[in-house]
Structures are given as structure tokens and as C-alpha cells.
């Protein structure tokens, strides 16, 4: 075996391995941001990433000569430099003050977040000129490069995930940097030619050594994750009596528990407790945070004279006119809901939780049972790992109440607003579910939290539940609702099957009365004395015109879920939408946000009014990630043209339509991708899991599909061609086909989910595994010196294309993301062989 053949072998599994500690790290970094503030932020270290490899690709545009000149220096350097870079940019990244619930006040936040790009895009930028020199280097294999990078990336997907079970998150870089170590020794081996034995020159292996020590011993004493001062766990810690009770963690977060007297969690608890009990709780709940989030409250044992204190509790109220009910609770929580089923005479208490971990710690942690008495070893309840959604679409006609409390995090954080994530719990298809599960004269209850000022994720929710009842071809849904709430509290919706007799209504009026709650809504209520067109046009002028609102159109929250309610059951559902100043239309299956109410079509009027919607910096850091993204990006494209216009564009035909393909397949690619990670969020029911699994398989399928495009004995523009083919037929089966395919397996095994997953995955990413390496063969037997700006382009418009795919998914839904992915490879079909035919014409 030559010199050059085993030098070359070890380049590959050097780029094997840095393949996959770049993947490793970049969601380790998605972990810390999970840990430290209110998000895992995806899209933002998606397209810091993709960044990276952006700048490393323009880089390489200026230099490709000086790299071809010594590529082994080059590729050792860059994977030297990649290891401080990973401890250094984790460091001093815990320094940057940026935080997201002030994105709508304080315009330093946008530089902030802009410091989190350069910081983080450092990492990327050596990893990606690593694997950018691997390409000029081994430009002859290039079908090779981009398997064993996509197949080494994809492990690094599944790897991440392994690991959540074993290291605190705090710890999990370390195995990033072992990683990055080896590959970087791996690289810098060379043959001797004399006794044909691997080395490494003295220069470089000090170097290397005190590299190494230098960024290990930096992560381990610098190198915790910070939590933001502002997150709730951080204000409970402060606390002179805390007691932490628990503390683990695993892939599906990380759980403290702590007890301090200074814990009061009492959702919608009606303000006449006090006065009509003689007896409260004085200690009835524990804080859990999962992530820092929370406290969800664990609810104690109670003393005889203290239970009363559940019938003032809104989930109380369906008891009222169900007798010994069998109940489906579709979450856990801390068991609140749980306690009052059982105390108010629920005859078998069903529960699901999605999170095993948190399962496993209210029903067998021996300091938490005895808390609560050992409450879940009772036999009338059963606690259940899994999906209460896929459960009650196979169970019909089975329950007399099923309760949805509180599963919304709007509302609940000391510190203000909340992230855009997935939530298919309240969806039109969700409702109909739930339904379709209840016996003739059951219930469904739905308590959210209402503390939004101007109102609007309880109108999102009647707009669903409305939407859903007339999907259902109900008569008249308005005979079937009661609807009340506790000012700057919680919300409650009562949806009866077989609809409302006048006993029941009279029951639960006097219900509300008793408790101080106000109606919003039962069967026959009298129209509130309001102008509703005046609130409306109040709301508009406010944030249209900077108007203030008068004291004559003084209004709370009700008001205006009342009128929006008799709106939506009269059918004036799209003047209400339409005249509303915030997006209130239904969550559906192929929309599921819960949170993200600002309307796309008037953007600009929001940013007018920022610091009166802070509470939406979920939306507002998408908008500023889309920003920043094309600000790099247009830096990444217009570099190289500047400083190498003539010789990309003088007598070079074919530079216009390299900059279309490969702005096509960045952004295309990450189309599919974003769609994929929210969609499969439905049955995988949790976020890291969809995204490892869909990053996993999608990089190492497409890596096999390039593979086997290169054994396919056809002309390049024809098998490309057939390759947007399969894409675009892909996305009309996404569109389709795979609502049905995912709610048929969603009440699988773990094991089949995944499994069905990964088939869901695999026919868009095998096809999407074949343009981008057919483009960079014709580049490199065609315009060579194109090679490393077009991977650098593909990199700059793939940022480009995660932030769009958000804001389309959230604004449109995941049918219009789809719809223009696949216009995206319609045109990247149209132009591969326009390109080709443009490079023989300068041959």
C-alpha cells in the first residue's frame, strides 16, 4: 500500500471522526441553551453551524491555491484549532448577557445574539475548513467525502443522545473534545517512507499536547453551564429555607426537585377560598423543574380539614355534574389533577405523561411518595407512559371526562413569554380525538393559563375548539360549551358530548358564583353590554396609530373572549380573525403552535409597538435570527464576488447559475429538514428526539444515496433530474400521505416509532443525498476554482433557509414550507443541466 493510499485512508477516518464530533457539539450546544435559558433555540445553532461552513467556504475561495500547495498542514492545523475552539466559544459563550424575554425592549440584544453567531460559528468555521480542505485535497473522491461525513455527522446525532443518560449536561462537551482530540491525532500521522511506520513530527505532537490540556482544563474549570438569573429555577434556589429533594437528568431533560416554604402553586384557585375555608394548605406542594422550568407543583398529602380546599380549584367544576366518572388526565404534572379527580369521586383515574423520567420520579421516588402519601399506589389509578392523544383515538365512547390542565407553558415563567415549539395537544384534529372518546354525556376540560394582556392564546383555543366542533358537523356547538375564568389566572372550557341540559347549566353557574370566577360563556347567555367593534378598533389604533385606549373603553380579558366566542359559534369566524391584531386562527396538525401570535402581513407594525410585545420574543428571535442570517449570508456571496469578480465572472460562463443551485439546494435542503424535526415531534412526543433522529438519518441516507447515484451507469443531468423527481414526489407524500402513516403507528412501541421514522425519513433523504455532490463533481471537472465558494454558498443560504422555515411553518403552516421546498427543486432540476451545458460552452 503506497504512502499516499494509507495517508488518504487516515484523512478519511479523521474526517470520519471530526464529522462526528461536530454534530455531537452542535446539539450539545442546543442542550446548554435548553439548561441555561428557555429554548433550545434549533434554528438559531442550526444556522450557526451552517455558518461556519459558510465562512470556511469563502475562505477557501481566496486560498485554494496556497491549500493545494500543502493541504496536510492545512488539515492539521484546522483540526488543532478545532479543539480550543470548541472549549473557548462553550466558555465564553456562558459570558454573553443575551436574553431572549428582552428581545422586544433592549436593542442590544440583537448584538448579543450576533455574539452568539461569531462565537459559536468559530467551532464551525475550523470543523468546516477541516472538511473543506479534504475536499480540494481529495477532489477525486469526493462521492467517498461526502459519505463518510454524512455517516460520521449522523452518528453524531445518535450519539448525543446516548450520552444525555449518563452525563449531567454540564458534562457533555467532554466527549466532544475526546473526539475532536483523536481525530486531530489521526490527521496529524504521517508514514515514514523509510520503515513505513505512522508518526508524528515533535513539533506537532506538543503542540497538539498542550492544546489538549490547555481546552480540557479550561471545560472543567470554567466550563458549567450558566442559568439565566431570570429563570424560575434560579429565583427558587435564592429562596433562605430551599431544600433540593431530587436531582437527574436524561435525554429528556434535566429534573430538579426543592421544597422551601416560600412555594405557593395553586392554579386558578379561586380568591373565596380564604374566606370560606377554615383551613388551608400550609405546605401542600414541591417545585419540579424540568430544565429549570417550572415549578410544576407536586401535590402533597392533605389533612382531613384542608381537602375542601379542591373544590375551589377550576378542574373541579365537571365533578359537579359527573357522578363517580371514569377519567382520562392527558398529563401528569405534579398530580394536582389527579388528587382532585380522586377526591372528588372519580371511580378509575387513567393518566398519561410523555416523559418517562418524570413517570418514574412522582410514582417511585421514595422521598416524593411519601410526600403524597404513596397516592399513585392506589388501584383506581393508573399512571401510563406514552401519548393520551393516540390512546383516546383508540378508544371510543370510553370516558366520562378528559381533563387537559395546564400542559401550556403561556403564562407560567416569572420571567415573561415563551418560545415557539410544537404543541399537538390542542390541535382541531386533537379536540375531535378527545371527543370521540368521551361516552354520550361525557366531558372535556380544558384549563389553560390567562395572564396575556392583549388576550390571546385562550382565543387561539376557542377558535379550535369551535373549528373542531363543527368539523365534528356538531348542530349547534354553542349547546355543547361553558366557558369561565379567573382574572390573570387560568381559563377553563367545559365541552359536553351530548350538550348542556338546564339543570347542568344551572349547577355550574352556581358553581362560578360560589367561587367568584366569571362566565364567559353557557347556552343562552345575555350579551355582554360592550361594543366589541370598539375593542377591537381600540387594540388596532393602539398598535396601528400609538393611540392610547381611553377610559371609556375600559374592558378585561372576558369581555373579549366573550364576544370572540358568540363571534366565532355565529360563523363570523374570518372577520374576527381578520380584524383581530393578533393571529388567533385554529392550531392545526399541519400548524401546531400553540404560542407565535403575531400576524406576518403586518410585521412592521409590531416593531413599532416591540417593547408591548416582549412577551412574544419567541416569534421576535426567529425574526432577528432571519436578519442576522441574511446579513452573514450576503457577506458569505459577496466577498469572493468582489474580490474575485474577474475571475468568476469574466469569461465564465455559468457563475450566475452556480450561485441559483446552490442557494437552492441550502435552502431546499433545510426545508425538509425543519419540516421533518417539527412533524415527527408528533409521534416521537419529544423534541430531542426528532431532532437527533432526523438529523442521524438524514445524513447518513443521503450519504448512501449519493453513493448509489454514482453506481447508476446514467449522464449526471439525467439521474440529478430524476433525484428532484423523487424529492418533489417525497414532499406531495409529506403533504398527503403522512398524517395518516403517523396516526396510525403514534400509540406504538418507542422502538416502532423510531423505527417508522426513520422510513418516513428515508425516501426524501436518499434523493436529497444526490445534487449537491453531482454539482461538486461538475465544478471539480469543469470551474475547480468554484468548488469551495459553491460549498460555502450552500452553507450561507442553508442559515437562510432554517430561519424561513420556521417563520413559514408558523405564519402558514407545514403544507406552504412544503409547497415551496418542492419549488425549490423543481428549479434546482431545471438548472443542473443548464449549468452543464454553460460549462461545455467554455470547453
Not at 128 to 138: E, R
Amino acid at each position: 500500500m503506497t504512502k499516499s493510499s494509507v495517508e488518504n485512508k487516515l484523512k478519511l477516518f479523521s474526517l470520519f471522526l471530526l464529522s462526528i464530533a461536530l454534530l455531537t457539539y452542535e446539539l450539545f450546544i442546543m442542550r446548554s441553551f435548553s439548561v441555561g435559558s428557555w429554548s433550545n433555540f434549533g434554528s438559531l445553532v442550526i444556522s450557526t453551524a451552517l455558518l461556519g461552513f459558510g465562512v470556511s467556504g469563502t475562505l477557501l475561495t481566496f486560498l485554494i491555491k496556497r491549500v493545494k500547495q500543502n493541504p496536510n498542514l492545512w488539515m492539521t492545523a484546522s483540526s488543532l484549532l478545532f479543539i480550543p475552539a470548541i472549549a473557548g466559544a462553550h466558555i465564553v459563550a456562558q459570558f454573553v448577557p443575551f436574553n431572549p424575554i428582552f428581545v422586544g425592549s433592549d436593542p442590544r440584544q440583537f448584538l448579543w445574539l450576533g455574539a452568539y453567531f461569531l462565537l459559536y460559528g468559530i467551532p464551525f468555521f475550523f470543523g468546516a475548513l477541516f472538511i473543506g480542505v479534504c475536499f480540494i485535497k481529495l477532489a477525486d473522491r469526493i462521492s467517498q467525502l461526502y459519505f463518510w461525513n454524512m455517516l460520521g455527522s449522523g452518528l453524531g446525532g445518535l450519539m448525543i443522545i446516548v450520552l444525555m443518560f449518563w452525563l449531567p449536561p454540564d458534562s457533555l462537551i467532554i466527549p466532544v473534545l475526546l473526539l475532536a482530540i483523536f481525530a486531530n491525532l489521526i490527521c496529524s500521522l504521517q508514514q515514514n517512507s523509510q520503515t513505513q511506520k505512522l508518526e508524528i513530527t515533535l513539533r506537532t505532537l506538543i503542540a497538539s499536547a498542550a492544546t489538549i490540556v490547555l481546552s480540557l482544563v479550561a471545560v472543567f474549570l470554567w466550563g458549567e453551564i450558566r442559568v439565566s438569573e431570570y429563570k424560575s429555577i434560579s429565583y427558587i434556589q435564592k429562596y433562605p429555607d430551599v431544600v433540593q429533594i431530587h436531582h437527574s437528568y436524561s435525554s429528556t431533560g434535566e429534573l430538579h426537585v426543592y421544597n422551601s416554604s416560600s412555594l405557593h402553586f395553586a392554579p386558578g384557585l379561586s380568591d373565596n377560598a380564604a374566606l370560606q375555608l377554615d383551613h388551608l394548605p400550609s405546605q401542600p406542594y414541591w417545585g419540579l423543574y424540568v430544565d429549570g422550568n417550572g415549578p410544576i407543583g407536586i401535590m402533597g398529602k392533605l389533612k382531613e380539614d384542608e381537602a375542601a380546599y379542591m373544590d375551589f380549584l377550576p378542574m373541579s367544576a365537571p365533578y359537579l355534574i359527573l357522578e363517580k366518572p371514569k377519567v382520562l388526565l392527558v398529563n401528569l404534572g405534579g398530580g394536582i389533577s389527579a388528587q382532585v379527580a380522586k377526591y372528588q369521586g372519580a371511580e378509575d383515574i387513567t393518566i398519561f405523561e410523555q416523559n418517562p423520567e418524570i413517570v418514574r420520579l412522582i410514582t417511585k421516588n421514595p422521598a416524593i411518595n411519601a410526600f403524597t402519601g404513596d397516592f399513585f399506589s392506589d388501584p383506581q389509578i393508573h399512571v401510563r407512559v406514552g401519548d393520551a392523544r393516540a390512546h383516546a383515538s383508540q378508544n371510543p365512547d370510553t370516558y366520562d371526562l378528559i381533563e387537559i390542565s395546564l400542559i401550556d407553558s403561556i403564562g407560567l415563567s416569572d420571567s415573561g413569554g415563551y418560545p415557539i415549539h410544537e404543541n399537538y395537544t390542542y390541535t382541531v384534529e386533537a379536540i375531535s380525538e378527545y371527543m370521540e372518546s368521551l361516552n354520550e354525556e361525557g366531558i372535556l376540560s380544558i384549563t389553560v393559563w390567562n395572564r396575556l394582556r392583549p388576550p390571546r392564546n385562550v382565543l387561539r383555543l376557542l377558535s379550535t375548539i369551535v373549528q373542531s366542533l363543527n368539523d365534528l358537523e356538531i348542530e349547534d356547538p354553542g349547546r355543547h360549551l361553558f366557558v369561565y375564568d379567573l382574572f390573570l389566572s387560568t381559563a377553563t372550557i367545559l365541552i359536553k358530548k351530548s350538550g348542556l341540559s338546564e339543570g347542568e347549566i344551572y349547577d355550574l353557574r352556581q358553581f362560578c358564583r360560589r367561587k367568584a370566577f366569571d362566565i364567559i360563556y353557557y347556552p343562552g347567555i345575555q350579551k355582554r353590554d360592550k361594543d366589541f367593534k370598539k375593542i377591537l378598533s381600540a387594540f388596532y389604533d393602539y398598535y396601528k396609530y400609538n393611540e392610547k385606549i381611553t377610559g371609556d373603553e375600559v374592558f378585561v380579558p372576558s369581555d373579549i373572549y366573550h364576544f370572540a366566542l358568540l363571534e366565532l359559534l355565529a360563523g363570523h369566524k374570518e372577520s374576527l380573525y381578520q380584524n383581530y391584531i393578533f393571529d388567533i386562527r385554529p392550531m392545526q396538525d399541519l400548524r401546531p403552535y400553540y404560542s407565535g401570535y403575531l400576524k406576518l402581513s403586518e410585521i412592521w407594525m409590531y416593531l413599532d409597538n416591540i417593547q408591548d410585545i416582549s412577551e412574544e420574543w419567541g416569534y421576535l428571535l426567529q425574526i432577528a435570527i432571519l436578519i442576522l442570517s441574511m446579513i452573514f449570508g450576503a457577506f458569505i456571496i459577496l466577498i469572493p464576488i468582489i474580490g474575485r469578480r474577474r475571475e468568476l465572472f469574466k469569461k465564465q460562463r455559468g457563475t450566475l447559475g452556480v450561485i441559483v443551485y446552490y442557494a437552492c439546494l441550502g435552502m431546499g435542503y433545510m426545508f425538509i429538514e425543519i419540516f421533518l424535526i417539527q412533524m415527527l415531534v408528533f409521534l416521537l412526543n419529544n423534541p430531542i428526539y426528532s431532532v437527533s433522529i432526523v438529523i442521524t438519518s438524514m445524513l447518513i441516507i443521503s450519504g448512501l444515496g449519493n453513493l448509489a447515484s454514482q453506481a447508476v451507469k446514467l449522464k449526471r443531468k439525467l439521474v440529478v433530474r430524476l433525484a428532484c423527481t423523487g424529492i418533489i414526489l417525497t414532499v406531495a407524500f409529506y403533504i398527503f400521505g403522512l398524517p395518516l402513516v403517523l396516526n396510525f403507528y403514534r400509540s406504538s412501541t418507542m422502538a416502532i416509532r423510531v423505527i417508522v421514522s426513520i422510513l418516513v425519513i428515508a425516501p426524501g433523504a436518499f434523493f436529497l443525498g444526490v445534487p449537491f455532490p453531482s454539482g461538486l463533481q461538475t465544478l471539480t471537472r469543469h470551474k475547480p476554482r468554484l468548488l469551495p465558494w459553491a460549498w460555502g454558498m450552500n452553507g450561507s443560504l442553508s442559515v437562510t433557509g432554517v430561519a424561513l422555515a420556521w417563520i413559514l411553518s408558523v405564519s402558514s403552516g407545514f403544507h406552504i414550507l412544503l409547497i415551496v421546498a418542492a419549488a425549490v427543486y423543481l428549479v434546482v432540476g431545471i438548472i443542473f443541466p443548464v449549468n452543464e451545458y454553460a460549462y461545455k460552452k467554455i470547453l
